[in-house]
């Protein structure tokens, strides 16, 4: 499986951003699809997770009512619209995929978010 971020880049302060990972390779064995991002000098943080159906979505608390993730099974995309986006969000983004047996990361998108 093979993970492509896209998206990302300047946003102001109370702005939106729609990132978009694209999935390829072994796409039948992916399960669960999230979303995390890590600030300079921060470790990674979980942001969202969409379960395999789209049934099941789960959020950080500090992105709550303002991130959705979703997913098209169709098209093997995950996305995360970003709404009334904070300087505290600037960070790089990276989509992360979990397998059958083992999970992959993409490579990450810069969000910025200017105050």
């Known amino acids: 499986v093979q993970l492509v971020e896209s998206g990302g880049g300047l946003a102001q302060t109370g702005g939106s951003l729609r990132l978009s990972c694209a999935a390829s390779?072994?796409?039948?064995?992916?399960?669960?699809m999230s979303w995390y991002r890590q600030a300079p000098g921060k470790e990674r943080e979980l942001v969202a997770s969409i379960s395999k159906g789209g049934g099941t979505l789960d959020y950080a608390d500090f992105v709550k009512g303002r991130f959705t993730i979703s997913r098209d099974a169709a098209k093997n995309t995950m996305d995360l619209q970003m709404d009334s986006l904070r300087p505290e969000d600037t960070a790089v983004y990276y989509c992360?995929?979990?397998?059958?047996?083992?999970?992959?990361w993409g490579q990450g998108t810069q969000v910025t978010v200017s105050s």
């Open positions: 390779g072994s796409t039948f064995a992916i399960t669960t």
């Open positions: 992360y995929a979990r397998t059958w047996l083992n999970y992959r």
